[in-house]
T-cell receptor
Framework: LAKTTQPISMDSYEGQEVNITCSHN???????ITWYQQFPSQGPRFIIQ???TKVTNEVASLFIPADRKSSTLSLPRVSLSDTAVYYC????????????FGSGTRLQVQP | DTGVSQDPRHKITKRGQNVTFRCDPI?????LYWYRQTLGQGPEFLTY????????KSRLLSDRFSAERPKGSFSTLEIQRTEQGDSAMYLC???????????????FGPGTRLTVT
């Protein structure tokens, strides 16, 4: 399974754009990259998923370079409610069904 | 509310006692997962069902742990002879049938927080 590395924590202020980068040097050809968000005392929640280039939805963008060895989650204009832990996952699209979480990035948004 | 539900939300038990947790997945989701999460760590996979069949079990799932999903609907996770190291948040997730490509999104419940004293 591809292992991911992401910063332990990040700080930001309301209204700023936040970029969280994840490295996954051993990503396999059929692996997808997925990000989850988790608030205290809640289960993780799916944010976005991509395979290559750029993916955008109503809450975030995901940038994936051509070599796919890293990815960047971009949160535009964060608010206090975006304070959470963000997990980068690389999926074994051909086999194992379970998600493999790392320790995540703790984002703290200040007023 | 049509999300994943878990019961109870909190459980305090004494070491050596047995506990059972229940998970009700989103209806029509045929895949159900159990994870365990300790403070400051990401969730760790325990086991996975497709309908009523338990298809994968983590090495984390010792002989004291057992999970069932009768009739392919709700699932139960039982821990026998609980130990203090079992204290954690137990999360359940479900997902629909596999997509043609890519990973499928998993929908998590709120979790059951177990404290073993």
């Amino acid at each position: 399974l591809a292992k991911t590395t992401q910063p332990i924590s990040m700080d930001s202020y309301e209204g700023q754009e936040v970029n969280i980068t994840c490295s996954h040097n051993n990503i396999a050809t059929n692996d997808y990259i997925t990000w989850y968000q988790q608030f205290p005392s809640q289960g993780p929640r799916f944010i976005i998923q991509g395979y290559k280039t750029k993916v955008t939805n109503e809450v975030a963008s995901l940038f994936i370079p051509a070599d796919r060895k890293s990815s960047t989650l971009s949160l535009p204009r964060v608010s206090l409610s975006d304070t959470a832990v963000y997990y980068c996952l690389v999926g074994d699209g051909a086999g194992r069904r379970a998600l493999t979480f790392g320790s995540g990035t703790r984002l703290q948004v200040q007023p | 509310d049509t999300g994943v539900s878990q019961d109870p939300r909190h459980k305090i038990t004494k070491r050596g006692q047995n506990v059972t947790f229940r998970c009700d997945p989103i209806s029509e989701h045929n895949r159900l997962y159990w994870y365990r999460q300790t403070l400051g760590q990401g969730p760790e996979f325990l086991t996975y069902f497709q309908n009523e069949a338990q298809l994968e079990k983590s090495r984390l799932l010792s002989d004291r742990f057992s999970a069932e999903r009768p009739k392919g609907s709700f699932s139960t996770l039982e821990i026998q002879r609980t130990e203090q190291g079992d204290s954690a948040m137990y999360l359940c997730a479900s997902s629909p049938v596999e997509k043609a490509s890519g990973m499928y999104e998993q929908y998590f419940g709120p979790g059951t927080r177990l404290t073993v004293t």
